[in-house]
């Protein structure tokens, strides 16, 4: 089972910043909270991954709760081409294998 | 550079014919991951290979599916007697290191595609 909770399904206006929410009360601290995002039939894209500081990259920023028991991911300024669906993923170090959920599709709107 | 590279694109198989799906990974990336993707729902692991090695096929059915990869050439996932409930699409992904360690990540291809009419 995915130890991750995500909304269905979000929307965003074109060109403003859309926060995705996910939570992993379960949280182990050695687990790392990785991103990906799935545009319609292609293969998952890596976004962004972190631990316990917030991370930004040129994609996107990953702001991370105190208690780890929840991240966001953050689009600074949607455009048509996010629309996708998007996937929180806790990674057990020690393991091989990612467990993914059913994601949050992102809707944007011109 | 390029990413992981995976072909067929699609594939049509009838019921009880066989699927070959290949991959190659990412320069410089010695460990190969596969996932199912079934309509409308998330990805699923299969298997975990290094060059030679099935190092984890905890998530690949017992009957049927199989996945190599040689020390020379790319990845095959093969599964043999196709049935419609094979139709799906199959992901491949690759990482320079194992997974298993902390803060790695893999890179997926852009799938191949069964169809089993």
């Known amino acids: ?23 992993h009360s379960t949280i182990s601290g050695t687990d790392y909270i990785h991103w990906y995002r799935q545009l319609p039939s292609q293969g998952p894209e890596y976004v962004i991954h972190g631990l316990t500081s917030n991370v930004n990259n040129r994609m996107a920023s990953l702001a991370i709760a105190e208690d780890r028991k929840s991240s966001t991911l953050i689009l600074h ?22 467990i993914f959920g059913t994601g949050t599709r992102l809707k944007v709107l011109a | 550079n390029a990413g992981v590279m995976q072909n067929p ?50 998530g690949m059915p017992k009957e049927r599916f199989s996945a190599e990869f040689p020390k020379e050439g790319p990845s095959i996932l093969r599964i043999q007697q196709v049935v419609r409930g094979d139709s799906a699409a199959y992901f491949c992904a690759s990482s320079p290191r194992e997974l298993t360690a902390s803060g790695n990540t893999i890179y997926f291809g852009e799938g191949s595609w069964l169809t089993v009419v």
């Open chain 1, 1 to 23: 089972d995915a130890k991750t909770t995500q909304p269905n399904s979000m929307e965003s206006n074109e060109e403003e910043p859309v926060h995705l929410p996910c939570n």
């Open chain 1, 77 to 98: 300024r949607a455009t048509l081409r996010d629309a996708a669906v998007y996937y929180c993923i806790l990674h057990t170090s020690g393991t091989y294998k990612y």
């Open chain 2, 9 to 58: 694109r699609h594939l049509v198989r009838r019921r009880g014919q066989e699927a070959r799906l290949r991959c190659s990974p990412m320069k410089g990336h010695s460990h190969v991951y596969w996932y199912r993707q079934l309509p409308e729902e998330g990805l699923k692991f299969m298997v975990y290979l290094q060059k030679e090695n099935i190092i984890d096929e905890s």
